[in-house]
């Protein structure tokens, strides 16, 4: 058993380490800055474009995509310590190097399903970063924790050349962002179908497309998320659409859905464990920096016990999730799908309490602008919902633990 990285890895480390104390770090202050001059606030900052132009001089491009003909054709092991290093300014280098949520997940699901017609118009601009994209799948009508419950319907015209597309969507990520112009929307087709997961189809909808209305943004946690294009409530009025919009065929979409969360989940983790990493650090930052009752924080018992036990976490989180990486790149999303499950559950828990501990070590800091810590904390508990929430992980993983004994 090897736990060394391979050389492609470690090169690509060393570049992307060099790239974030160079660029990255040094452009979250002047992001925030150039922000708020803006005319709008979903429009992006100059500094982002010019992160993301370094990146692709630095070959730092598209490096989530393991399709060699579209990315950087890197397995998922030697991806998830690249991630993890991204995790540790989210709000900026998975942008930069064009490795961004949800754009990611977009990506690999039209490499995969999409026409050739529809990787043209598509795909290939989002590689390039030239546009933006949102997946359009959660409802606030519905427990959209069960995807089967999905109610939004994508009807076939009677002459057969369009589908109408109509329901409601939210939290639906990216979609304020200006840059974004396609969203893949998850409905129905075939709503009283016998088979419940073969009710829901894919579709590609274009963001200027009529009766597509962008309500409004949906905040997390008081955060509107500027950096990767706010999260939107939309509303599809019967929207209409060519026939040769759907992605793969009807029926299909309950399918492409889980084939698209599995790497996200993974690429989720990988960032998670980068921002423990950078909460520890600023943790060690703040215990040598500060005296409180004649002594340094560092000098606290409290302190050792937050530093250690954050320490064993990240360690073990990460041994996790590098596992589970390689049962991905050797049998398959579907081999894994135990251990993705496990460090689904595992990962924003465990990161979440690191990223309380920094908080609450950085007294009033830690819950202000001036750390980082408070929107990571934010970021990270709302990962105990996003793509499945912690309890329907649990409960899949724990009926597969009994079907072993029953």
Known sequence: MDFAYDARTEELRAKLLAFMDEFVYPAEAVAHEQRERLASPWDTPQVVEDLKAEARRQGLWNLFLPDAEYGAGLTNLQYAPLAEITGRSP?????????????????????????????????????????????????????????????????????????????????ISGAMNPDCKIFIVMGKTDPDGADVRRQQSMILVPRDTPGVEIRRAMQVYGYEDHSHGGHAEVVFHGARVPASALVGEEGGGFAIAQARLGPGRIHHCMRLIGMAERAI?????????????????????????????????????????????????TVGNRGAHTEIQAIKIATPRAVVDILDKAVQLHGAGGVSQDFPLAELWAGARTLKLADGPDEVHQRSLARRELGRYV
């Not at 280098?93 to 026409?115: I, K, V, Y």
């Not at 989002?126 to 419950?149: H, Q, Y």
């Not at 050792?304 to 989180?317: G, K, S």
Request: net charge negative; with cysteine.
């Open 91 to 171: 709000q900026l280098a998975p942008t930069a190097l064009n490795c961004a949520a949800p754009d990611t997940g977009n990506m690999e699901l039209l490499a995969q399903f999409a026409s050739d017609e529809q990787k043209k118009q598509w795909l290939e601009p989002l590689l390039r970063g030239e546009i933006r994209s949102a997946f359009a799948m959660t409802e606030p009508e519905v427990a959209s924790s069960d995807a089967t419950n999905i109610e939004t319907r994508i009807e076939r015209s009677a002459d057969g050349s369009e589908y109408v597309v109509t329901g409601r969507k939210w939290y």
């Open 281 to 329: 650090e600023l943790m060690c930052r703040r215990a040598v920096g500060r005296t409180a009752f004649g002594k340094s924080l560092a000098q606290q018992g409290v302190v050792h016990t937050w530093i250690a036990d954050a320490r064993v976490a990240v360690e073990q989180l990460r041994l996790l999730v590098l596992k589970t990486a390689w049962l991905m790149d």
